[in-house]
């Protein structure tokens, strides 16, 4: 299957810091990635969806001056949490859609970013 | 009520034995349907994909999908210990946009 990376992949800073993640598709071109966030024992909650070129789209409830999404290419979203706070602590997932050959249009994940604010 | 209901679990099983999944969902928009596997502190990694009902066959893994009930499931014959993770069902519609279920904890005792 398709591979996609995630850097870092643990991250531990003061409140007030800001924290860039990278979501990066290795072995294909992904023109959308999806940002997750998961809490201990819960499922995964999508956050926004990041079209390459374009704004990303936000669900309901995310903040998009807290969680700021960069699509620069077609292989590399970025996820900056500006000026986090404890209750940002969370695990950070992206996925990458690789639509393949139109059949098997699916989505890739990353191992996931383990992000604690103290 | 969730767009998609799954049992959480937890599940626990002797090696060898057939893990039975499902879920639920309510949403007729859904077209496509996946089963992923969790490890503690890991992303999911993809197991099964389908697109229509029916079963779809992957080795030790059978996905089942009844569009009419809204209903799918997985299958893992012949268990491992190395199968114990938490399995998450995900669909989605037109909008690629994946709606996952709570995720089920699978322990397969040696």
């Known amino acids: 299957g398709a591979v996609v990376s995630q850097h870092p992949s643990r991250v531990i800073c003061k409140s007030g810091t800001s924290v860039k993640i990278e979501c990066r598709s290795l072995?294909?071109?992904?023109?959308?990635m999806f940002w997750y966030r998961q809490f201990p024992k819960q499922s995964l909650m999508l956050m926004a969806t990041?079209?390459?070129?374009?704004?990303?789209?936000?669900e309901q409830g995310v903040e998009k001056d807290k969680f700021l999404i960069n699509h620069a290419s077609l292989t590399l979203s970025t996820l900056t949490v500006a000026s986090a706070h404890p209750e940002d602590s969370s695990f950070y997932i992206c996925?990458?859609?690789?639509?393949?050959?139109?059949?098997?249009?699916?989505?890739?994940f990353g191992p996931g970013t383990r992000l604690t604010v103290l | 009520q969730k767009e998609v209901e799954q049992d959480p679990g937890p599940l626990s099983v002797p090696e060898g034995a057939i893990v039975s999944l499902n879920c639920t969902y309510s949403?007729?928009?859904?077209?496509?349907f996946m089963w992923y596997r969790q490890y503690s502190r890991k992303g999911p990694e993809l197991l099964m994909y389908?697109?229509?009902?029916g079963n779809k066959e992957d080795g030790r893994f059978t996905a089942q999908v009844d569009k009419s009930s809204k209903y799918i499931s997985l299958f893992i014959r012949d268990s491992q210990p190395s199968d114990s993770a938490t399995y998450l069902c995900?669909?989605?519609?037109?909008?690629?946009?994946?709606?996952f279920g709570a995720g089920t904890t699978v322990t397969v005792r040696a």
């Open positions: 996925s990458a859609r690789d639509p393949g050959d139109g059949t098997t249009d699916t989505q890739y």
């Open positions: 072995d294909f071109q992904a023109t959308t």
């Open positions: 990041s079209n390459e070129g374009s704004k990303a789209t936000y």
């Open positions: 949403n007729s928009a859904f077209q496509y």
């Open positions: 389908t697109y229509s009902s």
């Open positions: 995900a669909m989605s519609a037109n909008d690629y946009k994946l709606s």
